[in-house]
């Protein structure tokens, strides 16, 4: 698959006039056509919702499309929770999938109706003694071991911090029923960005057998099951990428087979995609500022990690454009590299690429997910401004740039920038 940038080399130009860059740009037409490409390949299941995990990408602007795709959000923390309320999300909107979680996050989300999903036994009576407990409850399944699909192992999940055990989720309904909780969901998050088609029927047969067995033992009211994020996408351009109506497909397969013969015919599928519903659609924008010629050849440009991380923390492969140069020949080898102080901030490593020359535009691919979201401030970089490419061809800011002023912000009480 060739991967082409939803940017030309002139729009860029068009852009910078007005902000410079580094910025992320998000192309609404991708992330609206994707969502319905999602609802489509569920839409054998009447109940069917997608909770957008807030965390991948916390901009209202963004929160907006999908909301007006149908989505809801997935939040887990007090500011995304916040965030989701401002936005008009509430209720049965809100999924809450959080871990070590505070009493405050709690109470705001049952404050908002949020549908709270337990990670943990314990969590039963922490909710209980900060915010109550609500009608409908969640809870996060970890079914330990190692995570296998057709023998390959895809994920640890016994190394994960995340969910229940088996036992304790049995136990945990029936505690829930006793405390008056009427209806529950089920959900499990196995692996992360995973290619395969398989991962999500797989996952869901495990949720399905999982639920059948809770209703026998317990008698509780399943409502819905979540089977969370994890739905990865293509960042290689030699990789193939997750089939959508594929894995939709499997998903029903699984509910039919499983789920239907034993009665529960009604339940809804919800998922939490982050990463599949906006990564693609999205790029970190970078100009080439410098080039330095020692051991290696290395193209330093404006962004850094602290604009896009997994680079440096996952050694995660992010395809380059040079723009305006699509169709050179990638015959020079390259380190792409930020400017901090830290040798692993390298947005490529022995990269093929068209010669690029300072003041050419880098397109850094699927950055829309876990992207900006995972910026930082270190060695005092700032974070850049988010800018949406409208369907009618428009750019709008979503979110500005910071200043200094911000990145000293929180230290104005001590007085010390008031003095001149
Ligand atoms: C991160 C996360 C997601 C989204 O994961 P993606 O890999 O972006 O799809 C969904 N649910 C929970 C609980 C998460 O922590």
Redesign the pocket.
Known sequence: MIKKPFVTKEQIEEITKNYPTPFHIYDEKGIRENARRLKQAFSWNPGFRE?F?V??TPNPFILKILQEEGCGV?C?SLTELMMSDACGFSGSDI?F???VTPAEDFQLAKKLGAYI?LDDFTHIDFLEKVAGLPETICC?YNPGGKFQIANKIMDNPGDAK?GFTKEQIIEGYGILMKKGVKHFGL?A?LA??TTSNAYYPELARILFELAVELKEKTGADIRFI?L?????IAYRPEEEGSDILAIGEGVRKAYEEVLVPAGMGDVAIFT????????PYGMLITKAVHEKHTYKEYIGVDACAANLMRPAMYGAYHHITVLGKENSPCDHKYDVTGGLCENNDKFAIDRMLPKIDMGDYLAIHDAG??GFAMGYNYNGKLRSAELLLKEDGSVQMIRRAETPADYFATFDFTGLFDKK
């Open positions: 909770y995990a965390k991948a997935d887990s999924m999938s959080s871990n999903n996060r995340y959900h998050f992360s960005n979540n969370s994020g994890g739905v990865g939490e995609l982050g990463r599949f519903m906006l990564a997910a876990h």
